[in-house]
């Protein structure tokens, strides 16, 4: 990996004149890499009720979402300025309806040259977006919270499970 000489030690991302640039992964080693990240939408009872009905007056409100943040998974890039192009291999999104809220849950996997963890975290919020959009006409308070990632595994650092995560 080519790293700025005069960068200060341990900040890859800036240069020695404190600007922020891309950093050269050319030189890294292809490999497989995937990140899970997880995150909630906190609805209203009526919310949850016309989930679980089939009555979002939108529609599809799950599926879109879990449609939103595969495009999102690929689309990081264009929305977080210092991320790496990656070919995206897979993507599984997951959206649990709870009694106060939804689970979304995304890994995301790739065999690259760098972390795919932004993508994950990148695919989890933008899915939560959707679903908020897809059920406002239902709950204008929806709360997204807790965008975290939880899992990584591949790369030079190697596998890492969020404490209190570990199966």
Same mark, same amino acid.
């Given at each position: 990996?080519?790293?700025?000489?005069?960068?200060?030690?341990?900040?890859?991302?800036?240069?020695?004149?404190?600007?922020?640039? +891309?950093?050269? &992964?050319?030189?890294?080693?292809?490999?497989?890499?995937?990140?899970?990240?997880?995150?909630?939408?906190?609805?209203?009872?009526?919310?949850?009720?016309?989930?679980?009905?089939?009555?979002?007056?939108?529609?599809?409100?799950?599926?879109?979402?879990?449609?939103?943040?595969?495009?999102?998974?690929?689309?990081?890039?264009?929305?977080?300025?210092?991320?790496?192009?990656?070919?995206?291999?897979?993507?599984?999104?997951?959206?649990?309806?709870?009694?106060?809220? &939804?689970?979304?849950?995304?890994?995301?996997?790739?065999?690259?040259?760098?972390?795919?963890?932004?993508?994950?975290?990148?695919?989890?919020?933008?899915?939560?977006?959707?679903?908020?959009? +897809?059920?406002?006409?239902?709950?204008?308070?929806?709360?997204?919270?807790?965008?975290?990632?939880?899992?990584?595994?591949?790369?030079?650092?190697?596998?890492?499970?969020?404490?209190?995560?570990?199966?």
């Amino acid at each position: 990996m080519s790293v700025d000489s005069s960068a200060p030690e341990g900040l890859t991302h800036l240069r020695g004149d404190g600007t922020a640039h +891309m950093v050269d &992964v050319s030189a890294k080693d292809v490999t497989a890499r995937s990140a899970t990240a997880e995150g909630r939408v906190l609805l209203s009872e009526a919310a949850i009720a016309a989930l679980r009905g089939g009555t979002v007056p939108k529609g599809d409100a799950l599926g879109v979402a879990r449609v939103a943040g595969i495009q999102a998974a690929k689309r990081t890039p264009d929305l977080i300025p210092l991320c790496h192009p990656i070919a995206i291999h897979g993507v599984e999104v997951d959206l649990v309806v709870q009694d106060d809220g &939804v689970d979304i849950s995304a890994t995301v996997r790739t065999a690259d040259r760098t972390g795919i963890e932004m993508e994950a975290l990148t695919c989890v919020t933008v899915a939560a977006l959707a679903l908020v959009d +897809m059920v406002k006409a239902v709950d204008k308070h929806a709360v997204i919270s807790d965008v975290t990632v939880v899992a990584k595994s591949g790369g030079r650092s190697g596998d890492w499970v969020r404490p209190g995560r570990e199966a």
